[in-house]
Nanobody
């Protein structure tokens, strides 16, 4: 059974850090690019960061560049999103998704399999 499970969300103060994990099972994880997306209340889901199947290529939304880092450990079938210098505007449900390609892509329509999401709240 194909599965992506996010974890690591929570409540953090502005300026704080969190590390999100996306654990995959049921498919050949190292064949597929992975993306992290987020959706805040009343807003559309937006791409945050992307990583190719090998981990050799990454990309970030302008709003998180320099603050977030995406990594993957194919031996553990897991992708991580290290988030630092968090801001209240980073508050959202964060989702990971697997793309139908091993190559880095920011096209949302390529991401066909999604996890259930994890809530990140940045507030004092």
């Amino acid at each position: 059974q194909l599965q992506l499970v996010e974890s690591g969300g929570g409540l953090v103060q502005p300026g704080g850090s969190l590390r999100l994990s996306c654990a995959a099972s049921g498919f050949t994880f190292n064949y597929y690019a992975i993306g992290w997306f987020r959706q805040a209340p009343g807003k559309e889901r937006e791409g945050v960061s992307y990583i190719s199947s090998s981990g050799g290529s990454t990309n970030y939304a302008d709003s998180v560049k320099g603050r977030f880092t995406i990594l993957r450990d194919n031996g553990k079938n897991t992708v991580y999103l290290q988030m630092s210098s968090l801001k209240p505007e980073d508050t959202a449900v964060y989702y990971c998704a697997a793309a139908t390609t091993p190559w880095l892509t920011m096209r949302k329509d390529f991401y066909t399999f999604w996890g259930q999401g994890t809530q990140v709240t940045v507030s004092s």
